[in-house]
């Protein structure tokens, strides 16, 4: 599936985001979104995921040279972030079951494969909300990565990721990224050091 965007723009207030964004993400590559820190990275992702509406200009979605109904688009697009919570009432078994209700998950894998992929079997029958931040992140990543979508979003894969979850975060991109498009939004080279294109917000600061 792809993006494109028609002189996209975001404001808050009075201030201007980003503007003049004209650009198409192409299905089967990977993008890195990059710029400094409160330059709208997330803002932007949010934007493609359909959760934000731009102030101005238009996104739309593209499959088999057809547009996508954008009511329907959530169905094509796993996105996972620091600011997305997860059910923390729920324990990880019953977390992983609850997030296949609404997306499939690829490569027929089922909720052993995941225990097995997160690496932390022995806790899966432990409440999330007793996780430690790094557990949880692993669950934010393995549950969008691993969703049979078109599209996957990721806004600052690797925090609360140490050393080793740093590694198996790029085993389990490179495992699952597949032929979709990837876009991930980050400051730090190790999230998106395997991306063929980038993006800078910065270039879109201007009035």
């Not at 949010?46 to 102030?55: A, D, N, Q, V, Y």
């Not at 078109?150 to 490179?174: A, C, H, M, R």
């Amino acid at each position: 599936m792809d993006i494109k965007l028609d002189n996209v723009a975001k404001r808050y207030r009075f201030e201007w985001i980003f503007r003049n964004i004209n650009y198409e993400f192409k299905s089967g590559d990977s993008y890195a979104i990059l710029g400094s820190n409160g330059a709208g990275k997330s803002t932007f992702l949010k934007i493609l995921s359909g959760h934000l509406s731009p102030s101005k200009g238009s996104v739309d979605f593209i499959k088999n040279d057809s547009p996508v109904d954008k009511d329907l688009i959530y169905q094509h697009i796993s996105y996972a972030a620091p600011y997305i919570d997860l059910i923390e009432e729920l324990t990880l078994v019953e977390a992983i079951e609850f997030h296949q209700k609404f997306k499939p998950l690829c490569k027929d894998l089922n909720t052993g494969d995941l225990l097995d992929l997160l690496q932390f079997s022995k806790s899966s029958h432990k409440e999330v909300k007793y996780f430690s931040s790094g557990m949880k992140q692993r669950l934010k990543l393995v549950l969008a990565i691993c969703s049979d979508t078109d599209i996957l979003l990721l806004d600052e894969p690797t925090t609360n990721l140490d050393k080793q979850g740093f590694k198996w975060y790029l085993e389990l991109v490179e495992r699952f990224r597949m032929e979709r498009l990837l876009i991930i939004a980050s400051n730090v080279e190790t999230d998106y050091s395997f991306c063929e294109k980038q993006l800078n917000i910065m270039d879109y600061k201007s009035s």
